[in-house]
């Protein structure tokens, strides 16, 4: 997989499986990038090397509605602190979503975040994400948005899956 020359992450180690929902019932379907902070990749890019030194996060999207498979669930983590705040989130996130789209042919995403997490909640939104619903229990906020009214860029231009 080669590295957008302008980005400043890149997105690797993928893997896509079918996992059992239970005796009898259905599978949920789910792709898992590995999230690379260019800036920490030590010497040259090599794709199939899995560069652990660079590795930041991953970002997640499970199809696990069984009514709904064009639905996706989407979700980031930046574990590492020094790696936030440059613009990694939101272009793995747009990385994803357009891949998902082409892939699996995805119509909606869905995010659900806590009511507390400022950071994320202001991400999904300025990416075009709106409240669908708000749990109580949870204290949770769940955001969609149709990916017809997403700005993804195609082709993908980080080669074939
Ligand atoms: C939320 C998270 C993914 C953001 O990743 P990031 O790479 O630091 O974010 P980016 O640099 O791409 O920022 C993109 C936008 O997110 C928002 N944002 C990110 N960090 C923010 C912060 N600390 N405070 C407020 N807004 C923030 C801003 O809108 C920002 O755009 P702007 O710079 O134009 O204002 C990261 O902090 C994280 O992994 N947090 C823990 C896990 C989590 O909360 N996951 C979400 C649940 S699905």
């Given at each position: ?92 996130i747009l ?48 955001l969609e ?17």
């Amino acid at each position: 997989m080669e590295v957008p020359e302008a980005a400043p992450a890149a997105a690797a180690g993928v893997e896509a499986e079918g996992m059992s929902g239970g005796k009898g019932s259905w599978y949920v379907l789910e792709h898992t990038f590995i999230v690379l902070d260019k800036e920490l990749i030590g010497g040259e890019f090599a794709p199939g090397n899995p560069h652990t030194e660079a590795m930041v996060g991953d970002v997640n999207i499970y199809m696990n509605d069984p009514d709904d498979m064009q639905l996706a669930e989407i979700e980031i983590m930046i574990a590492e602190h020094k790696s936030r705040g440059k613009g990694i989130g939101q272009e793995v996130i747009l990385l994803m979503m357009a891949f998902a789209v082409e892939k699996y042919g995805i119509a909606t995403f869905r995010a659900k975040i806590s009511e507390s997490n400022m950071a994320s909640l202001k991400l999904f939104r300025k990416l075009g994400f709106k409240d669908a619903s708000y749990s109580a229990v949870f204290k949770e906020v769940t955001l969609e948005v149709p990916a017809d009214e997403l700005q993804l860029r195609f082709p993908l231009t980080v080669g074939d899956w």
